[in-house]
């Protein structure tokens, strides 16, 4: 059975909704089942489209793909997961990725996926071996 709710992290969506090489791979992990973003993968897509200069149309298109979606959006108790697993991360021999400063938008939707309980839909590498994650591909 399908899982009703994925969790696609920032590559992932793109790949999905821009039809990129890599996304007949990942769409049957999301075929049947409902998108879910983080705030923090809808704030880097605003992102990515600041930085290329979107006109109009393309960010209507990006509005119209997020808005497909259901947005978590940051919650205190999303924020005190999202600081039980930061620490924890640090606290791992040797410390894993999802500690890094560099890595907090990922440790972010690390947390969104804990706390909801959600299978993640992500090719990074970062997300690996952390505890309470459900991946749905080998990263």
């Known amino acids: 059975m399908a899982n009703p709710f994925v969790l696609v992290d920032t590559n992932a969506f793109i790949h999905l909704t821009r039809g990129r090489s890599k996304a007949e791979a990942l769409r049957p992990f999301v075929e049947q089942s409902r998108m879910v973003l983080s705030f923090v993968t809808v704030a880097e897509l605003r992102l990515g489209a600041e930085v290329r200069g979107y006109n109009?149309?393309?960010r209507r298109?990006?509005?119209s793909e997020i808005g497909g979606s259901v947005v978590v959006p940051?919650?205190?108790?999303l924020s005190?997961?999202?600081?039980?697993?930061t620490c924890e991360a640090r606290a791992m021999?040797?410390?894993?990725?999802?500690?890094?400063?560099?890595?907090?938008?990922d440790?972010?939707?690390?947390?969104?996926?804990r706390l909801f309980d959600l299978p993640l839909l992500t090719e990074d590498g970062d997300f690996g071996g952390f505890p309470g994650l459900r991946l749905l591909l080998d990263s």
């Open 56 to 58: 109009a149309e393309s």
């Open 93 to 105: 021999n040797p410390g894993h990725a999802l500690g890094q400063q560099a890595q907090a938008h």
């Open 107 to 113: 440790a972010w939707v690390a947390a969104t996926a």
């Open 80 to 85: 005190h997961e999202w600081a039980r697993l």
């Open 74 to 77: 940051p919650t205190d108790e």
């Open 61 to 63: 298109r990006m509005d």
